[in-house]
């Protein structure tokens, strides 16, 4: 499957790009087609910061993203970095005391705000005092210049927006705008990426179970994101656009979840709830990652690498991300931030968990000559290798069973 985001940079006065507007695009085709504001914004949410990334979209700088009233009431922002994003309020959003609370509430938690499109209106300059910056549309008649002292006053920046001639861009400069965008600088581009199916229904329910409590159950919460690797996936990606790779290489699920901290788990579990969930286990790539991990962690006990076994369920996972993202594993796993041993694994060069891997490759084409031979290599009964991937076979029916009867 494929996700599109539409980006545009946003220019200061010596040209350098200081951020993006991000926009909601459903294919190539480089235009606005949404009909649900509301699903546009959060699409373009968890497309940036869960499938795509966001370091790839914006490379470290701010993203401008439009968030309808609904969102706003659902203190969407509040669940997304505030050094990474600038709240955009419609310009079709109505005044009003809510509204106010909501701008006081994002200024005081150190969030930067925009107006969009604004047309300049005695209503909305009891928003003045939170407001960052103010996105005026050049290519209509406004007038900003009226509220020249009001906005001076409250040390608001000018953004001009839809600047398609030099003509317009000099006009912008002399007013006092310190920022830019539009056609004359760059049309927005498409960003394509592949992303992984979404989570499924029964992930889904699992969340929503752990966001109805009054505290998350950690253990339950790791367990359910172990039960769906697109999860995982999510999880990792979003790992790595909160905190922008200054962190730990990620060695198991629960050491992500660890790095993510109990209030972002919190923002990414009600982020995701909002979107559809469908059923990726008719995916086979995803059934067998999960046979995989299993398998590996199982080989873990026999082998007396009890407090490894994470490791190895999380390696299993990783092993196929390659082939649902379409591109090398070495690039995913070092994108998404991977443990080194893991990645040597994989890459056939680590001296315990490369064989072990090998085996459950063996197993998995039923090459007992292969299978002899790795169990050799790891001094294991080739019988007891062949019960646990058979066990690690039942326990993915069991859960597929128990997930169809949800």
């Known amino acids: ?57 914006t490379n470290g700088t701010r993203c401008f993203i439009n968030f309808t009233e609904t969102l706003l009431k659902k203190r969407i922002p509040f669940h997304f970095p505030k050094n990474l994003i600038v709240v955009e309020i419609l310009e079709t959003i109505p005044y009003s005391y809510e ?7 994002l200024k005081k938690e150190g969030y930067m705000i925009a107006l969009d499109d604004f047309i300049f209106s005695d209503q909305y ?7 960052d910056i103010i996105k005026v549309d050049f290519s209509q008649s406004n007038n900003y210049k009226l509220y020249d002292s009001v906005i001076k006053s409250h ?3 000018l953004l001009a927006e839809k600047i398609e001639t030099s003509e317009q861009l000099a006009e912008a400069m002399r007013n ?13 581009i498409v960003v394509k990426e592949k992303s992984l199916p979404k989570m499924s229904y029964a992930s889904h329910f699992s969340l929503l179970k752990q966001l109805n409590k009054n505290e998350l159950n950690f253990e339950e919460l790791v367990e359910a994101i172990e039960h769906d690797p697109s999860l995982t996936y999510r999880l990792l990606k979003t790992v790595n656009s909160f905190f922008l790779s200054s962190f730990p290489k990620i060695k198991s699920i629960r050491h992500a979840a660890i790095l993510l901290g109990t209030n972002h788990l919190k923002s990414w579990l009600t982020v995701l709830t909002f979107q559809k969930p469908n059923e990726p286990f008719k995916n086979e790539v995803i059934v067998n990652s999960l046979l995989r991990a299993k398998t590996l962690e199982q080989l873990a006990y026999l082998i007396g690498l009890d407090d490894e076994k994470e490791i190895l369920f999380f390696m299993g996972i990783c092993s196929s991300l390659h082939l649902l993202l ?16 893991i990645q040597q694994a994989l890459e056939g060069r680590h ?10 490759l063996s197993l998995e084409t039923n090459n007992t000559e292969q299978t002899q031979q790795w169990a050799n290599v790891l001094n294991i009964p080739i019988a007891e290798a062949f019960a646990i991937y058979q066990k690690s076979i039942e326990w993915i029916v069991q859960m597929q069973s128990e997930w169809a009867n949800l």
């Not at 006092?176 to 927005?188: A, E």
């Open 125 to 131: 300059v009891p928003l003045f005092p939170y407001i």
């Open 1 to 57: 499957m494929d996700i599109f985001v539409g980006r545009q940079p946003i220019f200061n006065k010596n040209y350098e790009v200081v951020a993006y507007e991000l926009f909601y695009r459903s294919g190539e085709k480089n235009f606005y087609n949404a009909l649900d504001g509301n699903r546009a914004t959060m699409d373009v949410l968890i497309n940036s910061f869960m499938n795509i990334g966001i370091d790839k979209l």
């Open 155 to 157: 040390h608001i920046h």
């Open 326 to 341: 379409d591109r090398p594993l070495h690039d995913v796993l070092e994108e998404l931030h991977v443990d080194e041993n």
């Open 99 to 105: 509204l106010l609370q909501i701008c006081k509430e």
């Open 176 to 188: 006092g705008f310190v920022y830019f965008q539009g056609y004359f600088f760059s049309k927005p």
């Open 351 to 360: 001296p315990l968990y490369s064989p072990l891997f090998e085996l459950v």
